[in-house]
């Protein structure tokens, strides 16, 4: 079974391959504090962390 931690690792890799500067420069934010990171997985932070990646993904979709 795939953890909310699992999928937004996944996710933050993903968005390391994109060429969006600010977006790496997200994850860079999230991985030099990587207590913080884990503690996305709870449902209120996580919820803020998904909705910016529903953006991109939208943003990506419209191709822009």
Same mark, same amino acid.
């Given at each position: 079974? *795939? *953890?909310?931690?699992? !999928? =937004?690792?996944?996710?933050?890799?993903?968005?390391?391959r *994109?060429?969006?500067?600010? =977006?790496?420069?997200?994850?860079a @934010?999230?991985?030099?504090?990587?207590?913080?990171?884990? @503690?996305? *997985?709870?449902? @209120?932070? &996580?919820?803020?962390? &998904?909705?910016?990646?529903?953006?991109?993904? !939208?943003?990506?979709?419209? @191709?822009g």
């Amino acid at each position: 079974s *795939t *953890t909310a931690g699992d !999928q =937004l690792r996944d996710w933050m890799a993903s968005a390391r391959r *994109t060429a969006i500067s600010e =977006l790496d420069s997200f994850v860079a @934010g999230l991985e030099r504090d990587y207590d913080a990171r884990d @503690g996305l *997985t709870s449902l @209120g932070v &996580c919820m803020g962390v &998904c909705a910016v990646r529903d953006a991109f993904d !939208q943003k990506v979709a419209a @191709g822009g």
